[in-house]
């Protein structure tokens, strides 16, 4: 080994502190960055080999009847490769001790044999018997959340007619990988329910016999989706088709695919924050050491070092930082994404996992980590290059104080001689001292900004629940009736206030672009539900023309006085074509909301109403589910608290865990930076220190003159951080927001308050660390050597 | 012997601008035998050590010119530079200027890893007397035994030609004599021409050449017809 790798390691081993702690921020990154590439890898891949083992259907065609023998004629539409034709229904079923039904679908298993597309994967039990038709498979999720078992009984209502079933098994299918309540976004088990049994059993509930009302098919290698949905629309059409549509518009495969991009989205944006933070400690802590080391360098430089290999000395113990930073980052990224993806396997009730590891991810986490610090490291190098042989000649050089300025005399006479260092060294050093206070200031900013996240989360829940929708319970009718229906609720004993809503399900076009969705009819002045955007402004509803959230038209690529294309989706299915009047930022989801009669005119079906939003007597709560549940025209009943707490899990659960992950890891990068700017402090004036104390100065005036520079340095630090971490929430809160929901960035005091806490607390820390080490340096050796 | 080891010809060197600028040299005519030990007297800022530098290959002149052998100093590139101190020089500086953070004898290493005879380091060691300390850090050692390392270091590279900028300045007189044999070994054994620079005018004696120096220029270069050993030196 070389002299200068001897050197290289016992300066590794000097820094040791300092080397720790920018090479866990560069294994944070990295860490980060494999985890989350990993993860979104994983899933990506777990997903697909899940829909393609239980060939999950490319295209879904719902009609409202249609003959069996269709089946053949959709089979031979080009590129069309499989066929499953089926009979979905909806249903209530009553739960014991809960007051109101839930929502569910049923579905049809062929009476023989495993369906063609969209197989089921059963965890429990046995698939219904041939000519068993009370028997039913029930998803596994929605048993477990209310307990039930196979060989439990299960009440439903189908079709009015109410059912007694035995439950002989529990299935998965990727078409339910995330069920919702009806009208609802966020995901929640317990409140909708999935039933399969054999088709001639629910066929003959539905009166479907010898018809289907859902086809399923599988496409050929490389066929063109659209074409097929097209052919397959035209064959529809006289039984009722209400439009085909691809598996990327299925809600359950939308929803995954949208967490799953917004896990890739996080992925690429986040890491280059914590990198770029390390490349600056990197600079700041290299930059100090060749300072230190001038006239070793000028040395070597003298024996005829050539500058490559005096840079590549000094390059290599940045390198030494970074890799062995990236390392620990790599093995951290696969623990923690194999953990992970456990999590969210479960999350996603995926019934198997394939850890997916990117060796590109590796290669990738590695080589950025190591080009973040070798940028830091580069622009060391130049004052490495510059620097004459010749200095090693000259004795060092006091730095030179006499320019202190006027300040300084000023404030001298106030001030005793420890507190006079401070000040000088503080007005004499200004672009080092800004070095630090800047490099503090990222750490309280990439503090705030987490903290300023978890509480967008907590508003975005707070605004949506309480604000925006102010009602207690939303009823979904069957279908679209008239909105005298609202005065039998209005009449319900304990019922305080009705407001109509109308949802229509869409399809909205513009050029080649088009969006699943549904317009949102709200009355003119709503109380109880409301169009609010992000800074709690109602949004005026005009008289004519759709306002559309902002998410959807980014996702358009539509702006205000354009015309949007609407293929409605359901009755007539007219195709209308309105302009869009505003856009609005929106919390939750991505609607389209309209003027309640501008929306009715245009369907030309005068007050028509699809649900209700109520404001009810808390205390005859049971008695107003009891009536609701009479009501034919009812479909659903959703009460708001029972959606908060889903949306609460969500938060919690899903994508929303990893904002504590990266939480902690702001955390640690704040302690980093802060324990590295008192290094630094330390470092540079270890010999003056060691000088006043062997003059006679206490330990406590000595470690005064370090302490006191580092604790006007955090406090500046402190505005520096407000205003950068300001700037960093809004591309924090950028990436982590969704199709789903969007996490609202807003000046919030108290977060400010707490990253200020986190800051002032490393620094108190720190402090402590650094005096420890101050109080045990051995005076003699400190004033013998250079450093 | 023919061909002098430096021939300079009107070298300057002027640090700054303007009304601050400092004449360190003013205009310097000088030339050094191969194989000589060459002594340079003069008060404390007369452009001694400027002088050192720039026939090092350290710092550059401002005007005039300087060679070495063939090579013409005063118009290399930073990487001819570089390559001539690496191939021909070694240097003892005034402040011992040994790497704290490596032993005795890794800092010698830093030299013999690069140069193209080098002694072995423990001989170098073994020469200034220090073997037994090779594995001590500078913080361990003391000044004297400190500058040893330094000239171990600088020895034990077998360079052409060796500066000595003060290299006795901190040391005893015992120590400082023990540190000047093991120059005047070096340059009868190996033919090592040897620039010392030095405050005390009775170290010149053992030269076989002593430069008077004044304010940026020469004044006086007188030949010594006997030498004495270091020992003899008064201190
Ligand atoms: N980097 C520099 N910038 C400005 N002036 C300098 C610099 N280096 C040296 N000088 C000036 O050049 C003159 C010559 O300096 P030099 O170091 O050569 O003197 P010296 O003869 O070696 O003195 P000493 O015996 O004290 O070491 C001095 O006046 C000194 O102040
Ligand atoms: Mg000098």
New interface residues.
Partial sequence: MSPLDHKLLRDLWRLKGQAAAIGAVVALGVLMLVMMTGLSASLTETRDAYYERYRLAEVFAPVARAPERLAERLGSIPGVSAVQTRVTGQALIDLPGRLLPVQAQALSLPDSGRPALNDVYLTDGRLPAPAQPDEVLLLRSFARAHGLVPGDHLRATMRGARRSFTIVGLAQSPEFLYTTAPGELVPDDARFGVIWMNRSGLAAAYDMSGAFNEALLGLAHGAGEAGVIDAVDRVLEPYGGIGAYARADQLSSRFVAEEINGIRVTAIAVPPVFLGVAAFLLYIVIGRLVQAEREEIGLLKAFGYTNAEVGAHYFKLILAIAIGGALAGCLGGIASGRAMTGLYTTYYKFPFLVFRLEPVSLVAGVSTGILAASTGGLFVMRRIFSLAPAEAMRPPTPPNYSGSGRIGQGLARVLDVPGRMVLRRLTRQPVRMAGAVVGIGCGMALSAAMITLHAGFDRTIELTYSVIDRSDVTVTFTHPVSSKTLFELARLPGVQRVEAVRHVPVVMRHGRISHRGALTGLPEQPELSRALDTDVRPIALPETGVILSRVLARKLAISPGELLRVDVREGRQPELTIPVAGIADSLLGAPAYMNLDALNRALREPRRVSGAALLIDEGQGPSIHAALQDMPVVAGVSVKSEARDAFVTLMDEGAGTTRYIMGAIAFVITFGIVYNAARVALAERQRDLASLRVMGFSRGEAAFVLLGELAVVTLVALPVGVVLGYFLSFAIAEGFSTDLYQIPVFFDPLSYGQATLVVLGAAVVSGWLVKRDLDRADLVATLKTRD | MTQPAYRTEGLTKVYGEGRSAVHALRGVDLEIPEGEIVVLLGPSGSGK?TL??II????RSTDGTAHFRDLCLTGMS??QL??????H?G?V???Y?L?????AR??V???T??APHPLDPDDALELVGLRDRRDHF??QLSGGEQQRVAIARAVAKQPDVLFC?EPTGALDSQTGRAVLRVLTDVNARLGTTLLMVTHAASTAAMAHRVIHFADGRIREVVRNETRVSPEEIAW
Avoid: C, H, K, W
């Fill in positions: 050590s050192l530098n090092g290959g350290l710092d930073d990487r570089t390559r001539y101190r690496r191939d020089v240097f500086f005034q402040f200027n790497m704290p953070s490596l032993t890794e800092n290493e830093l030299v890893d690069i500078p913080a900028d």
